[in-house]
């Protein structure tokens, strides 16, 4: 039985997330911050939506998480996110000094770990692969959906 406090169940929910971006024609990512085994922030990538090159379901998530404890620092939160977050979102993570980022598939091109050291937190805790192969697959049809709808102009 998948308990509603583990990692798969967060990332199920950051999965949701992702949907959606997917539905509307965003890069499918989606994120949720936990704090004390509860949601306190999702988003979803919202770049075209908003006609914001900074919109990433990560940024959009840690403004959220902040807003709701009314602090700036995310050191006792967990971030799940669907896809490894490129340099902009680890630089965000890294000055909200969040606790621990729990990451679905690696982002091969644009992750942030293709920098060494990685720019988070020291202290940021990172794990990899929690749904991975779901988290891979949505976005590897997005791109090929968008790859088909480009050869039928």
Not at 9 to 36: N, S, T, W
Not at 50 to 55: F, H, I, S
Request: glycine share 6%.
């Amino acid at each position: 039985m998948l308990s509603i406090h583990s990692d798969d169940h967060f990332m199920g929910q950051a999965l949701l997330q992702a949907e959606l971006a997917f539905e509307e024609k965003e890069i499918p990512i989606g994120a949720v911050i936990v704090c004390e085994n509860r949601i306190i922030a999702k988003a979803y990538n919202q770049v075209e939506k908003l006609q914001d090159v900074t919109a990433h379901a990560e940024i959009l998530a840690i403004t959220a998480a902040q807003n709701y404890l009314g602090s700036k620092y995310l050191n006792d939160c967990t971030l799940f996110v669907t896809l490894e977050p490129c340099n902009m979102c680890a630089g965000a993570l890294f000055w909200s000094q969040i606790g621990h980022v729990v990451i679905g598939a690696r982002d091969e091109k644009r992750g942030f770990t293709r920098v060494s050291p990685p720019p988070l937190h020291p202290k940021t805790l990172i794990a990899f692969g929690v749904l991975g192969n779901k988290c891979e697959i949505l976005i590897k049809e997005f791109f090929k959906n968008m790859r088909s709808q480009q050869k039928d102009l």
